[in-house]
């Protein structure tokens, strides 16, 4: 997968936390991601494809300052949030 796909993907979907130590774990970012690739009818990369790109950026995936935004943000919540019917 080219690295824009990857690149394109942290720059509409994640900002850095406003407090330090409530970044995304890897359930959430696979999860954000897969919503970011569904809105944009992007190829859905494995989850070891995502590690990779995130190690490229400088970014643990098990360690991060991560917060999600944006559009697939939204989705991933709204996908995640229990039934309350």
């Known amino acids: ?3 824009n796909h ?3 993907f942290l720059a509409e979907a994640v900002v ?5 130590g409530l970044g995304l774990g890897r ?3 696979y999860g954000l991601y897969t ?4 809105i944009h009818k992007a190829q859905l990369q494995p989850p ?3 590690w990779a790109a995130l190690k490229l950026e400088g970014i643990d995936p098990d360690n ?3 917060s999600m935004t944006g559009p ?9 949030a229990p039934d309350l019917v």
């Open 1 to 3: 997968m080219p690295a």
């Open 6 to 8: 990857f690149e394109d």
């Open 16 to 20: 850095p936390a406003k407090e330090p």
């Open 27 to 29: 359930d959430e970012l």
């Open 35 to 38: 919503s970011w690739c569904l």
């Open 48 to 50: 070891e494809e995502l």
């Open 64 to 66: 991060n300052n991560l």
């Open 72 to 80: 697939a943000a939204a989705d991933y919540i709204i996908a995640s």
